[in-house]
Every structure is written in C-alpha cells, then in structure tokens.
T-cell receptor, first 112, second 112 residues
Framework: EDQVTQSPEALRLQEGESSSLNCSYT??????LFWYRQDPGKGPEFLFT???AGEEKEKERLKATLTKKESFLHITAPKPEDSATYLC?????????????FGIGRKLQVIP | DAGVIQSPRHEVTEMGQEVTLRCKPI?????LFWYRQTMMRGLELLIY????????DSGMPEDRFSAKMPNASFSTLKIQPSEPRDSAVYFC??????????FGPGTRLTVL
C-alpha cells in the first residue's frame, strides 16, 4: 500500500525565515510526486510535479526537490501570503490502474 | 475557463436523508476524481473516472455511497442514507492526463 508522510506537523516562521517541509513516501512504481497548496475554505491548488530523483522545480519563493524516498518543499524568505496548508501526493501504477495518495498536509504560518 | 464547478457549496441535512453532490469538470479533461477531506484523515480518494468510466472505487466507504458520470461534463456523488460520520468536505477534481489535478471549491456536508 502506498504511503505518504508529511512533517513537521506544523511550521511557524517569521517573515524572511527560510525553512523546508518534508514529504516521505513509500510507493511501488512512482508516476509522479505532486505538491499542492490549500488555503482555508478552498480546494488544493497545484504547485509542482516531480517525476524522477534529482529533479527540482521552482516557483517564486518555493522550490521542490525529489529523492528516491522523499521530497522537500523549500521556502526561501517567506512572506505572510505563503501561509497555507501544503499537501504532497504520489501517483503510482499498480494492479492495472493508477492510484493517487495524498499526505495529510502540513500547515505553514508566516508571521509578519 | 471557469475551473471545476461544484454544487452545492454547503449542505446541511438530517441523518437518513439522501444527499447528492454535483461536479462539472474542466472541459477536455479525461479524468475526474472525488475526494473526501476531514481533519483526522486528510484527503481521501473515493473514486475516479477515466472517459466517464469508473476505474477505481476502492475508496468508497460503503454501499451507501455511489457515483456516476453520465457524460464528460457532469458527475454526481450520492450518499443514501446519510449518517453524521459522513460530515466532511467533498472535493471533485479533474485532470487532462490523470496526473496534475485541478480541484473544485468543495462541498461542505454536515449531517445532523
């Protein structure tokens, strides 16, 4: 069974204080690792897709990286508007069809 | 494009009543997913369709839940009879290729 674990439980940062969120996964036949951002009362919003170890993607203050066992979402010099819940998901292919498994999500709070 | 559209946005019902949630995916997307999100369990995949055909319904909690996709632009998730433990936010998402998903705003269901 595919598993996705996100840490830390919650992250509270001062504005400008860089840090990372972690997503560790166990999956057979990875077909992509996804990062989403979710604001309160809204649906998750797509950020990045990573397919292979060593791959990196960047968008503004966010950078996502991937190894064979985990992914990191690095937040550089965060601003209050980066406050949200960040979810990680893996897509795998087994038993003849694909599966998507989401982590529980971790809340980031950036304090001005 | 208006994005994924879900209705209603909020639903309050009494235990034992039938509940129908509706979803209009993004035009041209071949995949449609239904999720349930709670604080305790996070985002859980209930069922997904490819080209209007249900592919994996292993996440559907029990026979009280059913989902249909009669055409490429409409899907329903029905709960009959509803129970208080079904209270959650239900999301619909669509995808062009089964990878990156685009979520709707969700339906917050409260079963009294």
């Amino acid at each position: 069974e595919d598993q996705v674990t996100q840490s830390p439980e919650a992250l509270r940062l001062q504005e400008g204080e860089s840090s990372s969120l972690n997503c560790s996964y166990t999956v057979s036949g990875l077909r992509g690792l996804f990062w989403y951002r979710q604001d309160p009362g809204k649906g998750p919003e797509f950020l990045f897709t990573l397919y292979s170890a060593g791959e990196e993607k960047e968008k503004e203050r966010l950078k996502a990286t991937l190894t064979k066992k985990e992914s990191f979402l690095h937040i550089t010099a965060p601003k209050p508007e980066d406050s949200a819940t960040y979810l990680c998901a893996v897509r795998s292919h087994s038993g003849g069809y694909q599966k998507v498994t989401f982590g529980i999500g971790r809340k980031l709070q950036v304090i001005p | 494009d208006a994005g994924v559209i879900q209705s209603p946005r909020h639903e309050v019902t009494e235990m034992g009543q039938e509940v129908t949630l509706r979803c209009k995916p993004i035009s041209g997307h071949d995949y449609l997913f239904w999720y349930r999100q709670t604080m305790m369990r996070g985002l859980e995949l209930l069922i997904y369709f490819n080209n209007n055909v249900p592919i994996d319904d292993s996440g559907m909690p029990e026979d009280r839940f059913s989902a249909k996709m009669p055409n490429a632009s409409f899907s329903t998730l029905k709960i009959q009879p509803s129970e208080p433990r079904d209270s959650a936010v239900y999301f619909c998402a669509s995808s062009p290729d089964g990878g990156t998903q685009y979520f709707g705003p969700g339906t917050r269901l409260t079963v009294l």
